[in-house]
């Protein structure tokens, strides 16, 4: 073959094989947690006030979820459910601190076998970084950061030994452990998680071009404090307490973050071949330095906020984005949670050995296809004794199944329930209308679980010392 027909024949067959190449190529995924974000704080979802442009601009061309819910109810126990695929009854934290004998309650850390969705990427040939908020960790033991559960390139903050150990310095982003770190000044940013958006360009800049990525970028906003570095924004203009001020600069200086992301990824060429998932780990925090949530109504209807079992403590915006597979503003209503992104995860990369995880992938609902149902979600919550008295133990339980909601804060109390599909404000308790329910959640809460290091069951901890060693 010569000539013009051995050229075409060449373009022909370079074009096939680039075709092949690009749909056998397993696609990159990001995972965008915010911190403490309202069900209803974002332009997307509902509110009025606040700017969120580049996220509604992400939802408008992917999907949004009307019926997710986090891991839990506050930050630990939440991010140990999305990191492993457990769902909250059954995952190894279920408070933002356990109790430990000799009257302690403290931090509790993921075990060091226990198999993370980092570890997963990583085995199936994904390159694997993690930026930001971990607070799955003992500060002394470097082993229970990041690092040390399946990322290749781990940044993480490090508060001072809480309990004696040993203490961090401040301003510094840790890299890969406790022996390299990036020095910082946060004047010299937008925001916090404008520095850690920089470091995450380093990541993609340098990784390998011939691998896959998987990025998880734990942001602080909008929980964290800032400082006066948010002046900087028009809403200091406005006639607002203070305290408001600085909440919602905190969620459009994280969107603009989120914007520099998906710019970034179009200028490396990335984006078309990148599932982006954005998310929240429990609902708003309120009282936090005088923050009221009505001020923004960053819940809407929903009643409570962080650490609340009730709706507005764990039901989280998911915003879904992947290019030509994911339909522009599509919604979904489908009932699914955190120990749900593992298994989605896994069915996208094809890993196929997952085991003893209570997820079920949401991909098909992503791609418009047939979708598999949880019978129920439940949710096991333990207050810390930290800053406050634990009245009845400070433990709470939760079950979403189908339409309906059963909601107990201590094991003594009424099981409530609402019809959260007619009542999502669960404002009126229909215990007396629906024993079935009521029953059935007795019976999950009781039963669909395990026990836990550090987290007794009712929070009774009088009856726990007596009944287990304490490990740390």
């Known amino acids: 073959m010569t000539g013009p027909f051995l050229f075409l024949y060449l373009i022909f067959s370079f074009s096939c094989s680039s075709s092949k190449g690009s749909r056998d190529k397993k696609p990159n995924i990001i995972l965008l947690l ?13 509110q009025k006030i606040i700017r969120t442009p580049n996220l509604d601009s992400l939802a408008k061309e992917g999907m949004i979820f009307k019926n997710f819910y986090a891991g839990n109810a506050a930050c630990a126990p939440s991010r140990a459910v999305l990191l492993t695929g457990k769902k909250s009854s059954k995952a190894s934290i279920r408070g933002n601190a ?3 004998g000799n009257d302690r309650w403290e931090g509790a850390a993921l075990g060091k076998d226990e198999f993370t969705m980092g570890r997963m990427f990583q085995s199936v040939g994904y390159q694997t970084a993690f930026i930001g908020k971990w607070h799955l960790d003992k500060p002394d ?3 229970t950061w990041a690092v040390g559960h399946g990322f290749d390139f781990a940044v993480q903050e490090q508060w001072s030994g809480r309990f004696g150990g040993r203490t961090f310095l401040p301003n ?49 906003a909008p929980h964290s404090f800032e400082g006066p570095i948010r002046d900087t924004l028009d809403y200091i203009k406005e006639d607002w307490p203070d305290i408001e001020k600085a909440h ?81 503003q599509s919604t979904s209503y489908h009932i699914s949670g955190f120990q749900d992104i593992m298994s989605t995860f896994a069915e996208i990369i094809g ?57 107990r804060y201590n094991l003594n109390s009424e099981i409530e329930v609402y019809d959260v599909k007619e009542d999502e404000g669960e404002t009126n308790n229909l215990t007396n209308s629906y ?38």
């Open 172 to 220: 510094r982003l840790w890299v890969n452990g406790d022996q390299e770190f990036i020095p910082y000044d946060y004047k010299n940013y937008d925001c916090k998680d404008h520095l850690r958006t920089n470091v995450a360009f380093d990541f993609l800049d340098k990784k390998s071009s011939k691998k896959p990525f998987f990025l998880f970028m734990s942001y602080r």
């Open 248 to 328: 919602a600069a905190k969620i459009t200086l994280l969107d603009q973050q989120i914007g520099r992301m998906v710019n970034k990824l179009k200028e490396l060429g990335e984006l078309d071949n990148t599932l982006i998932l954005f998310t929240s780990d429990n609902g708003p925090h309120f009282d936090n330095g005088g923050h009221e949530l009505e001020f923004f109504n960053s819940n809407g209807n929903l009643k409570g906020g962080k650490r609340d079992l009730y709706e507005g403590g764990i039901r989280v915006p998911l915003i879904a984005y992947w290019k030509n597979k994911i339909k522009s």
């Open 435 to 472: 024993p079935e329910i009521v029953k059935k959640a007795q019976d999950i809460f009781e039963n669909s679980r395990n026990e836990a290091n550090g987290f007794p069951y009712g929070g009774v901890v009088q009856d726990y010392k007596s009944m287990y060693k304490f490990e740390r």
């Open 34 to 46: 915010a911190d403490d974000l309202g069900y209803n704080e974002l332009g997307s979802y509902g």
């Open 141 to 143: 033991d470097v082993d």
């Open 351 to 407: 890993y196929k050995t997952l085991k003893g995880l209570d997820g079920i992938s949401f991909l098909p609902t992503l791609l418009f296809k047939k979708q598999k149902k949880h019978e129920y979600l439940n949710w096991e919550y333990q207050l810390s004794g930290w800053f406050q008295n634990l009245p009845n133990g400070g433990f709470r339980q939760s079950l979403r199944i189908g339409d309906y909601k059963a909601v």
């Open 98 to 100: 356990g109790f430990y």
